[in-house]
């Protein structure tokens, strides 16, 4: 159901601020307390500190100053921002890489325990890449893919091989500019050189590059680490599963997947439902084992596991202070170092299992795709083992939600039509007559500098209310689905037209796509938006916005960049990583939209936010020569007049429902 929120200045989620408490009265330090402790560095926060080379760093904080190479604030702001990008971009892609290597040992037979499961995919995407399907078998055809996804991570010269995947007006632009991405690698290596001190120092150069480095993580790594995962685990179709910190459970043993990587959670997952281990758990005085997710491994296994999830990034901390879980199992992205310490503090075994990411005070249990069923066992098996070591208190939030995720871009696709005729003709129809006004993708992370999934919830609803269709991925998807906005109950926020088309559907108005690598699902939808005709011939003409309301990352940066360099208006909340150049704001801004036809904004104001989306789609609408919004023209048919009909005193009914009915 959709649930009210309990707004405090730190969460509108109860399980968190229930937990926040219990850390306080525990004497226990989270990342909420420490940011309120410690304000953000002003120099840094902004964009105005250059710390490229020993001679500085420099801090660029009077007008005119330069650092001691004769760095300006607007090089240094412009660097800064692009680094970041490129970091973001290298860890979806490595992450993509990593799914290519998995998809070769699968092919050759070296993974046990892994198989292809959505052969009907490889098949799409080797025919996306043009290696030709014939009735080759299908782990023949696995190895050519995955030889070919490698191949788009280190080649130095050419096109990225999903360029291709873009409209062809789209492609123009970016050969126009001389910003078609090469590889992932060709381009980060590429940003890296020239933000090193003394070589690129024009800003509009630095950030032209940006653009392209962003665009190797959209099209490229994070694009491929999708359709990897898809092949192998199986593409997203909806399915129920539940959120919150209320999905603990005090008799089982809670084990809680957290980072970004499918390919060990998915074993894991098995693992966990064998009988030897459930067993094993039983003797041990539990009722069960339970396995649940945190950030975008959580998305991952629900998308396409149905698997529970615990809560988003802020709620790290917070699950192990429930004193249930016995093993948090981490591999890359979003870890908080804090959780090495804090799980010292209860019983919980902390297991990192990434070969790159390893953290004081945990255990480490490394991960190899070639022994991936014993060692998900070992780890299970772990943390079986630890159930008795529970100290008695439990503190699990009473809170929880259900939740419809699994809406991939081929799912979306089906559903307007099935197998016969699905497009995304009736999604185009409902926007150019005006059901629907427009799109919007809200993305990203929780950050404690600003009230935890408060701007996340407020744009969703208020996007539902001005019939704006709502796409999400990661910690904001999360965010929603904790207050019941991805069930069909949803519908009560949404606006007359955008109700009737997602009523005749069936389905949620805001569609779950999955983890921050799924980003890439929604360059797909747009495409096909874009090329399926009666809404322009390009993503920058359609009348959508993106969103990061509550970033904080170094990846949201290269999502949102990737976004504004296929098309898409893009704003961030929070506040600007270049605030302190009022020249850089202006080149991600007017700059951007003059090269790529769309603009990059931090805005702090969650009613600014909604108000400048609300009035870009409104203008893309106009020219496209789409009639004005107008909502009362839409609503007065299906099930909503039946239900107003049916709230009216019974001898009013009759009348309401089938007009004037004589006695
Ligand atoms: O990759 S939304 S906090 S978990 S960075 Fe991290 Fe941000 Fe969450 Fe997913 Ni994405």
């Known amino acids: 159901m959709v649930k009210e929120t309990c707004v405090t200045t730190r969460t509108v989620d109860p399980a968190v601020e229930m937990l926040l408490e219990e850390a306080a009265a525990l004497g226990v330090s ?67 890489l990593d799914m290519a290597f998995t998809l070769e040992a699968v092919a050759r037979g070296d993974a046990p325990g892994y198989e292809v499961r959505d052969p009907h995919k490889l098949r799409s995407v080797a025919e996306l890449m043009g290696i030709h399907v014939d009735s080759k078998p299908v782990n023949d055809l696995a190895l050519e893919v995955a030889d070919r996804a490698i191949e788009n991570f280190r080649q130095m010269r050419g096109e990225l091989t999903y360029v291709s995947r873009a409209p062809a007006k789209r492609q123009e632009v970016w050969r126009g500019l001389g910003i078609t991405p090469r590889s992932v690698t060709r381009e980060i290596v590429e940003t890296l050189h020239r933000t090193h001190i003394g070589t690129d120092q024009d800003p509009e150069h630095i950030l032209r590059h940006a653009l392209r480095t962003a665009l190797s993580d959209g099209w490229g790594g994070s694009m491929l680490a999708t359709d990897i995962s898809d092949i192998l685990f199986g593409t997203p179709s909806p399915t129920v599963a539940q959120v919150n910190l209320g999905v603990l459970k005090d008799d089982e043993v809670n084990i809680v997947i957290h980072g970004h990587e499918p390919t060990l959670s998915e074993m894991i997952v098995a693992a966990a439902q064998s009988p030897e281990l459930v067993d094993r758990a039983r003797s041990q005085g539990a009722a069960g084992i339970n396995l649940c997710g945190i950030c975008c491994t959580a998305n991952e296994i629900l998308m396409r596991q149905g698997v529970s999830v615990a809560g988003n990034f802020l709620s790290q901390e917070l699950a192990l202070l429930t004193g249930t879980i016995e093993a948090m199992v981490v591999d890359v992205q979003c870890i908080m170092q804090a959780l090495g310490d804090l799980s010292s503090r209860f019983h919980t075994r902390l297991i990192t299992t990434s070969p790159k990411a390893d953290i004081t005070g945990a255990t480490h249990i490394e991960f190899d795709e070639h022994h991936a069923p014993e060692i998900a066992r070992e780890i299970v098996r772990l943390a079986v083992d630890n159930f008795p070591n529970r100290d008695g208190r439990v503190v699990i939030p009473p809170v929880t939600n259900d939740l419809v995720p699994g809406f991939s871009h081929e799912y979306i696709n089906y559903m307007q039509g099935g197998a016969h005729r699905s497009s995304f003709r009736p999604l185009n129809n409902a926007v150019i007559a005006g059901r629907i006004r427009g799109a919007a993708g809200v993305v990203g992370c929780n950050n404690p500098r600003t009230v935890h999934d408060e701007t996340h919830t407020y744009l969703v609803r208020e996007f539902l209310k001005n019939d704006v269709l709502v796409v999400m991925t990661g910690c904001g998807a999360i965010a929603n689905a904790k207050c019941g906005m991805m069930l069909g109950e949803a519908m009560e926020y949404a606006g007359p037209g955008l109700r009737e088309v997602c009523e005749a559907i069936g389905i949620p108005p805001v569609l779950h796509l999955g983890s921050c690598v799924d980003n890439s699902r929604i360059l797909t939808v747009l495409t096909q938006m874009g090329t399926e005709g009666g809404l322009g011939q390009d993503i920058a003409d359609l009348p959508v916005v993106g969103f990061a309301p509550e970033w904080m990352s170094e990846k949201a940066l290269s999502i949102g960049t990737y976004f504004v360099a296929s098309g898409v208006y893009t704003i961030f909340g929070v506040g600007s990583p270049v605030g302190g150049s009022d020249e850089v704001t202006r080149l991600i801004g007017e700059g951007w939209e003059k090269q790529v036809g769309a603009r990059l904004e931090f805005e702090p104001d969650p009613q600014q936010m909604l108000a400048k989306a609300l009035a870009h789609i409104d203008a893309k609408r106009a020219a496209l020569k789409l009639a004005p919004y107008n909502p009362s023209r839409f609503g007065a048919s299906g099930d909503r007049r039946t239900r107003e009909a049916m709230a009216l005193p019974m001898e009013e009914r009759a009348t309401a429902l089938y007009g004037r009915v004589q006695a």
């Open 30 to 96: 989270t990342a909420f307390s420490w940011a309120a402790a410690m304000a953000p560095c002003p120099i840094g926060e902004n964009g105005r500190c250059c710390k490229n080379c020993h001679m500085g760093p420099c801090r660029l904080v009077k007008p005119g100053q330069r650092g001691v190479c004769g760095a300006t604030l607007e090089t240094v702001a412009a660097r800064n921002l692009a680094r970041a990008i490129a970091a973001g971009a290298a860890a979806h892609s490595d992450h993509g």
